[in-house]
């Protein structure tokens, strides 16, 4: 199943190796994309990450790679004419790469984020994601 993996998900299975979110991104049967802007936001919450975590910067370097390398990132040039429609229905202009990554590869976009429901793209909670196994 093809998926559009949002910075919640990965940031949830960075702070948590024991978590159902973790084991998911490893599925096999998962192919998960991303906009290259989840890299930035990962970035930008490191130091938050490494506390709630209680992983050292190391282990937090090692736990991002194998994460990542899960994932497909995507450049904004590769969908970037799905921006306009993506900024009508996302209802976080935070969140309109993740849905215009979305609407391109015509999948739905893993989040945890509710807010995110209320736009008209499918988005799947991790809860949701596990119902589909």
């Given at each position: 199943?093809?998926?559009?993996?949002?910075?919640?998900?990965?940031?949830?299975?960075?702070?948590s190796?024991?978590?159902?979110?973790?084991?998911?991104?490893?599925?096999?049967n998962?192919?998960?994309?991303?906009?290259?802007?989840?890299?930035?936001?990962?970035?930008k919450?490191?130091?938050?990450i490494?506390k709630?975590?209680?992983?050292?910067?190391?282990?937090?370097?090692?736990?991002?790679?194998?994460?990542?390398?899960r994932?497909?990132?995507?450049?904004v040039s590769?969908?970037?004419?799905?921006?306009?429609?993506a900024?009508?229905?996302?209802?976080?202009e935070?969140?309109?790469e993740?849905?215009?990554l979305?609407?391109?590869?015509?999948?739905?976009?893993w989040?945890?984020?509710?807010?995110?429901?209320?736009?008209?793209?499918?988005?799947?909670?991790?809860?949701e994601?596990?119902?589909l196994?």
């Amino acid at each position: 199943m093809e998926l559009v993996i949002d910075a919640n998900i990965v940031i949830s299975a960075l702070i948590s190796d024991e978590g159902k979110t973790r084991e998911l991104i490893f599925l096999p049967n998962f192919s998960l994309s991303a906009p290259e802007y989840l890299l930035e936001e990962i970035e930008k919450y490191a130091g938050l990450i490494i506390k709630k975590s209680d992983l050292n910067e190391k282990s937090f370097e090692a736990a991002k790679s194998l994460i990542f390398s899960r994932i497909k990132f995507i450049s904004v040039s590769e969908f970037k004419s799905f921006i306009d429609k993506a900024s009508e229905i996302c209802p976080d202009e935070n969140d309109e790469e993740y849905f215009a990554l979305a609407l391109k590869l015509n999948c739905p976009l893993w989040s945890n984020d509710k807010k995110l429901k209320q736009g008209s793209l499918k988005v799947l909670t991790t809860s949701e994601v596990l119902s589909l196994l």
